[in-house]
């Protein structure tokens, strides 16, 4: 079978994309986007059945900002779903996306990316599960009230607070996919502690091929895995290749900087911003063989069942060579075809996995 036969054959599901964060700036994803890596064009082409759309709050907001930063995200993901009702539709289960499919439409899920906007308040994790939200990541790139983060090195709960520890149990009760992508080490075996179903990792890498904290240790992927669990491959170059991290994370720092400028001025610093993306892009990318390489590893470690793919696209700056968009994915699936996967086994990478944790 060729390559993009099964593509299409396969049920393919991407566990993360930052995309409404395009919606808040504007963008029409009914037209193919000349920035970004996500339009209901795109995916269509690229043979993508199902997307989280990520709910994404920064961990600087205050909480009631959050709250309402993530019903903002929500209302625009349910307007670009009603305006563009002949490409895709709102996914709730794992069924229900399964008959979008054979009705050929794409599916639009979605995810919390940090635990910030439920506050203290476990009937607000319950409201924003009504309104869609299938999983949750309980922290993003600081400590927040349900545990701690991965990135800061001061650590406020040293794994999950009280209070995170009832979420997980809520969270378990309502069938809300807990998230361990982004939380420190401890909250992680935490989570694997007090959690009583399956967990996930929706957009996180191998730590023994890239030593960054956002990783999985080998360890870590072996515990996820004995509880049923999954690490969706994330896209994000410097979480692939630690060689081209030590590179890009200064070059990442300084075009962060230019593009606050830009935002607050864009006439003054246009062309500064300009520059500092240039030489960010400019810099040589990992291919998309070595998203490959992550997941090699990891169905050596557990077997071919607990991985997946979760891009992080339009959350990150740079994209792996060959990988630039969604409409390019199926590349994914002529290498694994190519380095000796089953039609079976690709099928359950693509998405097949994540569809048994729904």
């Known amino acids: 079978m060729s390559y993009k036969k099964l593509h299409k054959e396969a049920f393919v599901l991407d566990s993360h994309c930052d995309t409404p964060l395009a919606l808040i700036k504007g963008s029409d994803l009914s037209k193919r986007l000349r920035k970004g890596h996500f339009d209901f064009i795109r995916m269509k082409e690229g043979g993508l059945d199902a997307v989280f ?113 009832e979420v997980v149990k809520e969270m378990n009760r309502l069938g809300m996919l807990i998230d361990v992508s982004h939380i420190s080490d401890d909250s992680f075996y935490d989570v694997l502690k007090y959690s009583t179903k399956p967990v996930v990792a929706t957009h996180s890498c191998c730590r023994a091929i890239a030593d960054h904290p956002r990783n999985l240790t080998d360890q870590m992927i072996k515990d996820l895995a004995a509880k049923d669990g999954i690490i969706q491959i994330n896209f994000y170059p410097p979480f692939l290749n630690s060689d081209y991290g030590v590179d890009f994370w200064p070059l990442c720092d300084a075009y962060d900087q230019a593009e606050e400028k830009f935002n607050s001025n864009p006439t003054k610093y246009r062309q500064e911003f300009r520059e500092a993306e240039k030489a960010m892009n400019a810099l040589p990318r990992p291919s998309y063989t070595e998203v490959v390489d992550h997941i090699d590893h990891v169905v050596k470690l557990v077997g071919v069942k607990h991985v997946g793919i979760g891009s992080d696209y339009d959350g990150i700056e740079v994209t792996p060579e060959g990988l630039e968009g969604v409409d390019k994915l199926p590349l994914l699936t002529k290498e694994l075809l190519e380095r000796g996967y089953s039609n079976e086994d690709i099928k359950l990478i693509l998405g097949g996995n994540f569809l048994r944790l729904l």
Request: overall charge neutral; charged content about 20%; glycine content about 8%.
């Open 53 to 165: 759309f990520a709910i994404y709050t920064s961990g600087s907001l205050e909480p009631d900002a959050a709250t309402r930063r993530a019903l903002q995200l929500i209302a625009r993901t349910y307007d670009a779903v009603e305006a563009n009702s002949d490409k895709v539709a709102f996914a709730l289960s794992a069924q229900e996306a399964i008959e979008n499919k054979k009705n050929g439409i794409g599916s639009i899920f979605m995810g919390m990316e940090n635990g910030s906007p439920i506050q203290k308040d476990l009937s607000l994790l319950r409201l924003f599960y009504d309104m869609g939200i299938r999983y949750m990541t309980l922290s993003h790139a600081a400590n927040n009230e349900i545990c701690d983060s991965c990135a800061p090195k001061e650590k406020r709960w040293n794994g999950l607070s009280p209070f995170g520890i």
